[in-house]
């Protein structure tokens, strides 16, 4: 749980989210993440900085820092890259520093009331932020997506999205929009992006996917009826493909991974 008041001690030994505009400071050697007490470290006077309790990774403490754009002040301790460089490598410490971004850009994006225009202030005993003038309350700001693997027979549906790399395909996804269900949004994206009616709707897992602050919901679906026709705004190319013969994909450690060799295990039981 975020705790919005509580500092660490000088001799406390915690984990370090240094965080700026979705960037974090990442170590060159593991575990990635600058580790250790605030005496050891070389950190700036941390008066001048918002910090914040995140929760505990591997039970020590972790620590949100929120930096200024250009700030030298941390250069000692690591330099300031994208979260995905965490990705692959260590889930719990993915999360923790997406959660560290998220926080971040929460608290960095409400300093003034949406509302009357005054000035927030943080809420002490959870994380929100309250207007001072009109008690207009914040929460941070979650986006919930429907992400689905789609099978017919033996064949996965897959597309490459306009901002996919090169030669990389993935399954569908989309923003559930206000006042949808999960399902009405999945049959939704999938008309609107293939072209296709789907059934056999089967929710799985989640991922939050803090890029700013999506939360993926991953579904499997069979297809029931119509032509592939994809949306040329959102897809450069798409196809069924058989499950022996897969492009590139993405990897694992994405929920998109999960949902594919999940998909491929399904057809294979099922034929
Ligand atoms: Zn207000």
């Known amino acids: 749980m975020v705790k919005p008041n509580v500092r660490p001690a000088a001799d406390e030994p915690c984990w370090w989210f240094i965080v700026v505009a979705g960037e974090v400071i990442v170590t060159d050697a593991s575990p990635r993440v600058p580790f250790g007490c605030q005496a050891d470290l070389p950190l700036p006077d941390l008066q001048d900085y918002t910090v914040l309790q995140l929760g505990e990774l591997r039970e020590r403490p972790c620590y949100l820092v929120m930096a200024d754009y250009g700030d030298q002040q941390f250069s000692g301790l690591g330099e300031f890259q994208s979260l995905r460089v965490l990705l692959f490598e260590d889930e719990a410490l993915f999360a923790m520093a997406g959660r560290a971004s998220q926080v971040a850009e929460f608290l960095l994006t409400h300093r003034y009331c949406g509302r009357c225009g005054s000035r927030m202030e943080t809420i002490e005993w959870e994380l929100a932020t309250q207007c001072s003038r009109c008690s207009h309350r914040c929460y941070p700001r979650i986006s919930p997506c429907i992400i689905v693997a789609i099978r017919r027979g033996r064949q996965l549906l897959l597309a490459r999205g306009k901002r996919h790399k090169a030669g990389l395909y993935s399954i569908l996804a989309g923003f559930v929009e206000t006042g949808e269900s999960l399902e009405q949004a999945l049959h939704r994206e999938v008309m609107e992006e293939a072209g296709i009616e789907v059934n056999q709707l089967q929710y799985h897992f989640s991922q939050p996917w803090p890029f700013p602050h999506s939360l993926m919901m991953g579904y499997t679906a069979v297809w029931q009826a119509g032509q592939l026709r994809l949306d040329p705004l959102e897809l450069e190319q798409g196809d ?32």
Not at 240 to 261: K, M, S, V
């Open 240 to 271: 069924w493909f058989d499950i022996d013969q897969l492009p590139q994909t993405p990897p694992a450690g994405t929920i998109a991974h999960r949902l594919i060799e999940l998909s491929k295990a399904l057809i294979t039981a099922e034929s």
